[in-house]
């Protein structure tokens, strides 16, 4: 299936064909996606399904084994087959492109010795060569976006799991990336921090930030994407508005995915009055 964008106009994030394999267990299956500047993607499916491959094969953290990748107009990934010559990027390449595509983790990736700060101070520096004044006023002007200026200082083993994800978001948003990748961001949360995460994740989608998500978090899915991706093996099983997908399924796959969420929402709420 052909996951193409809705929106017009040249795609800020392009996949043509992409493929991976981890030894004998093929995880993406000749995948297609648009993503065009200011449109939020969500990607869905179950555990295994090969979302969290696909992002990470974006930014080549993992190399793929086929298909084309280009990121604002520039190829950054190319091979056609079994047997045909890769084509892909220098790591001083690589460098460049992360520094246009943001990527937030699920579990925080922040460096333990360095203050929130320094966390989100640090890319700028190694990578863009900054100077110093700049970085520094550009990132406590990001942390004060995702509301943790006040924490600048602390380490990151003295902060909620929910702070230590704005802090990640700020230090993304600090390279002043072109799109931003987030890989199931709220699912190393307590229930209760969940919030607080996603409320940033909608301001910068109100903003127009160019974003594919991975979540199972539908009701963000719902309010807040353009379009959502479904995967399922591997392979693309629906793709297009969140209320047709979600809320109208017409793929068995699909519906039975959304009824396990509905299904266990229900069954929660009994112990959630009671608490």
Request: aromatic share 4%; charged share 25%; proline share 5%.
């Amino acid at each position: 299936m052909n996951m193409t964008s809705k929106k017009e106009g040249q795609s800020l994030v392009s996949v043509r064909g992409l493929s991976k394999s981890f030894g004998a267990h093929q995880v993406l299956r000749n995948i297609d996606l648009d993503v065009h500047e200011g449109e939020v993607v969500a990607l869905l499916g179950s555990s295994g399904s090969g979302k969290t491959t696909l992002l990470r094969c974006i930014n080549l953290l993992e190399m793929p084994d086929y298909g084309e990748i280009e990121i604002a107009g520039n190829p950054i990934f190319k091979c056609s087959g079994e047997g045909q010559t890769r084509s892909s990027i220098s790591q001083k390449q690589v460098n460049a492109l992360r520094s246009r595509v943001g990527m937030v983790f699920q579990h925080f990736n922040l460096f333990p010795h360095m203050s929130v700060l320094g966390n989100v101070m640090e890319g700028p520096r190694t990578v863009l060569k900054e100077k110093p004044a700049e970085n520094r006023e550009r990132a406590l002007d990001y942390l004060a976006k995702v509301g943790m200026s006040d924490f600048a200082e602390r380490r990151p083993d003295r902060l909620s799991g929910g702070q230590k994800q704005r802090v990640s978001i700020a230090r993304a948003l600090n390279m002043r990336p072109k799109v931003m990748l987030f890989d199931e961001p709220t699912s190393a949360l307590d229930p209760e921090l969940v919030g607080e995460v996603l409320e940033t994740m909608m301001t910068l989608a109100k903003e127009g930030m160019t974003m594919i998500v991975v979540t199972h978090e539908l009701g963000f899915a719902l309010e807040v994407a353009d379009r959502v991706v479904f995967l399922n093996e591997g392979c693309v099983e629906a793709d297009g508005p969140p209320g047709d997908v979600l809320l109208h399924p017409e793929n068995e796959r699909v519906q039975s995915f959304v009824n396990r969420f509905h299904a266990t929402a229900e069954l929660m709420r009994p112990l959630l009055q009671e608490s």
